[in-house]
């Protein structure tokens, strides 16, 4: 059996949803499960829906707005289908019920209460469509199958019941139909309540059910052929690279290699599952791959992050930075969740560069305070070089002020102004 994972972009409308069937029908007879996120940029708007509701402003011209997009999809795929438009306007009367709930303050879990209906939007039609298309499929709901504990926003995922839960679903569903589809990104608890995986999470839920289910093989399909040795966007140049091992797509997604999240990979790795990158316009070709396989290549590979916020730490009595405030500095860090995306520490002080929302990056900074002196630059942008050559090196760094250097003997990372 095979997981298949489409992301935003590969459904973000009809033309994109049609082309989905169609790949699907090529492998017509094998057992598959598709595991599909929120369509387009609806994440993005459903955080701008928790935004106003957050706020107690009226939502209810958003929700309208959400919901148009989604049934101008279905209408152009199934013109007057009124089965299709009642499924999906049974899911607005409950994000509708959601809404009327006065807000409870805790932001991260009415994040995941309302961001969490982009996939159940998303799997819900295009689910449907496939079943009038000739597609037999069954639709299972991931909140009830990926069970993970109360960390909102980013759950951490109970194995064992997971294991047992998607053993026994999906085991079942085939001998039905051979497609399930199920939504990437969300997960619940044991109380049923949603939990979310962090953002880019639809991969690692496509890697969540192929450790579970012993896939022979996890294929993320992408708008681009393969792995890039960077993002085409930026660097007009880049190239595909045809296969990686295990520990060299490790490394890249460490340090933020936005095709692949960074918790895909370790459970793959841990029963030798391959996974493949392709592209969901030309679905015959090979794409690439990361798997037990030598390194074949050491061409440079560019990975920028924006919007990065450089914190420096001091201490206040101009004490060394030893043990004892590391620890200290590490757990504020945890217990804020602060994602660290590069550190370096002198004598006197500590810097970090992060990717964390504002928010909570002041509430952590506010805890240092009393003991630390904190300077932060905002809007700064990490660049990390895998492989690194003087002319890669040069490229990114040409007319740009640099903050912070780290090198090692594979990598090379700046943050730049």
């Known amino acids: 059996m095979q997981v298949f994972k489409f992301g935003g972009a590969s459904v973000k409308d009809a033309p994109a949803i049609r082309n989905l069937s169609n790949i699907l029908r090529l492998f017509s007879g094998e057992e598959l499960v598709v595991v599909i996120s929120a369509m387009g940029k609806t994440t993005n708007f459903l955080e701008r829906l928790l935004k106003a509701y957050s706020n ?6 958003l929700v309208e707005e959400l919901m148009r997009y989604h049934l101008d999809v279905l209408e152009e795929l199934l013109p007057g289908d009124n089965e299709g438009r009642g499924r999906l306007t049974s899911l607005q009367q409950e994000l509708e019920n959601r809404l009327a709930v006065p807000y409870s303050g805790r932001y991260d879990y009415e994040y995941d209460q309302i961001v969490s209906f982009g996939e159940l939007l998303s799997t819900t039609l295009i689910s449907y469509y496939l079943q009038q298309v000739g ?7 991931a909140t009830e199958l990926v069970i993970t504990d109360t960390t909102y926003r980013e759950g951490k995922v109970d194995w064992e019941q997971t294991a047992s839960k998607i053993c026994t679903a999906v085991p079942l569903a085939w001998k039905n139909q051979y497609v399930v589809v199920t939504q990437g990104f969300i997960g619940g608890t044991d109380e049923g309540t949603r939990v979310t995986l962090g953002r880019e999470g639809s991969d690692y839920t496509a890697a969540i059910f192929a450790y579970c289910l012993d896939a022979s093989r996890v294929t993320i399909w992408k ?8 993002d085409p966007k930026r660097f007009p140049d880049a190239v595909k690279l045809d296969q990686l091992p295990y520990q060299e797509a490790l490394e890249l997604s460490y340090y933020g290699a936005s095709v692949i999240h960074p918790k895909t990979l370790k459970p793959l790795q ?9 592209s969901f316009f030309h679905p015959e070709d090979p794409g690439s791959m990361i798997g037990d396989c030598q390194l074949s290549t050491t061409i440079p590979s560019f990975i920028v992050k924006d919007h990065q916020t450089l914190l420096t730490i001091f201490p206040k009595d101009f004490s060394f930075v030893a043990e004892e405030n590391l620890s200290e500095i590490f757990t504020l860090f945890a217990k804020h969740r602060v994602h660290i995306n590069m ?5 006197l002080s500590f810097s970090v560069c992060t990717g964390t929302e504002i928010e909570r990056l002041k509430a952590c900074v506010a805890e240092f305070q009393p003991r630390y002196k904190v300077k932060y630059n ?3 942008t990490l660049v990390t070089i895998r492989h690194y050559t003087p002319e890669a090196i040069k490229r990114v760094i040409e007319g740009r002020t640099i903050l912070l250097r780290q090198t090692s003997r594979t990598t090379i990372q700046y943050v730049l102004l």
């Open 378 to 380: 905002e809007q700064v």
């Open 270 to 278: 841990n029963k030798h599952i391959p996974l493949f990158v392709k």
């Open 135 to 141: 597609v037999s499929n069954t639709w299972l709901n």
């Open 56 to 61: 107690q402003e009226n939502t209810s011209s």
């Open 343 to 347: 550190m370096q520490n002198s004598a």
């Open 223 to 230: 708008d681009v052929p393969g792995l890039l040795n960077a």
